[in-house]
T-cell receptor, first 110, second 111 residues
Framework: EDQVTQSPEALRLQEGESSSLNCSYTVSGLRGLFWYRQDPGKGPEFLFTLYSAGEEKEKERLKATLTKKESFLHITAPKPEDSATYLCAVQEGSNYKLTFGKGTLLTVNP | SQTIHQWPATLVQPVGSPLSLECTVEGTSNPNLYWYRQAAGRGLQLLFYSVGIGQISSEVPQNLSASRPQDRQFILSSKKLLLSDSGFYLC??????????FGPGTRLTVT
């Protein structure tokens, strides 16, 4: 069973059409949940870290939220340059390791 | 500011040939270092991580190995490549735990 599941696998939006990406996790003792953006052929770019349920973080058109079982990445009025794969990862207990989901491919059409 | 470098950017190697990928980090000391492989449809898979010079932890049994000869240098190697070793290899660093910062990656194709 996957510890981190992202949905949907792919999402196509029109410019300005707000939506949310989901990341559900099953680890116990969550140390941190991380969101990354990855453009084709490049390394993931760090966006946010969330540590506890109820926490929220924002950056431009993106807002990440965390509950005890899942995290949402809300995209408000997206632009074509927001098109990318968004990855979610969790860190458990005192472990250094990150466990990644398979990502959501977001396409924003002009 | 911190910068992470990987080279080469692209590599095409025949089956059975050796491999050496290098990663260096600038602007920080005693980072944790990581090697990941990203295959289509499978997400990021952690291969090795290191918390200090000469300290390597392996996550997945395979024909790859890693070494950390200097504080900010991490090398991924293989003596004989397999077709299944093809993929996008990513190096990352972090301060202790917490968020990891990734390099630009190496696209490896084994033919």
């Amino acid at each position: 069973e996957d510890q981190v599941t992202q949905s949907p696998e792919a999402l196509r939006l029109q410019e300005g059409e707000s939506s949310s990406l989901n990341c559900s996790y099953t680890v116990s003792g969550l140390r941190g949940l991380f969101w990354y953006r990855q453009d084709p052929g490049k390394g993931p770019e760090f966006l946010f870290t969330l540590y506890s349920a109820g926490e929220e973080k924002e950056k431009e058109r993106l807002k990440a939220t965390l509950t005890k079982k899942e995290s949402f990445l809300h995209i408000t009025a997206p632009k074509p340059e927001d098109s990318a794969t968004y990855l979610c990862a969790v860190q458990e207990g005192s472990n250094y390791k990150l466990t990644f989901g398979k990502g959501t491919l977001l396409t924003v059409n002009p | 500011s911190q910068t992470i470098h990987q080279w080469p950017a692209t590599l095409v190697q025949p089956v059975g040939s050796p491999l050496s990928l290098e990663c260096t980090v600038e602007g920080t000391s005693n980072p944790n270092l990581y090697w990941y492989r990203q295959a289509a449809g499978r997400g990021l898979q952690l291969l090795f991580y290191s918390v200090g010079i000469g300290q390597i932890s392996s996550e997945v049994p395979q024909n790859l190995s890693a070494s950390r000869p200097q504080d900010r240098q991490f090398i991924l190697s293989s003596k004989k490549l397999l077709l299944s070793d093809s993929g996008f290899y990513l190096c990352a660093w972090s301060r202790q735990g917490g968020e990891q910062y990734f390099g630009p990656g190496t696209r490896l194709t084994v033919t």
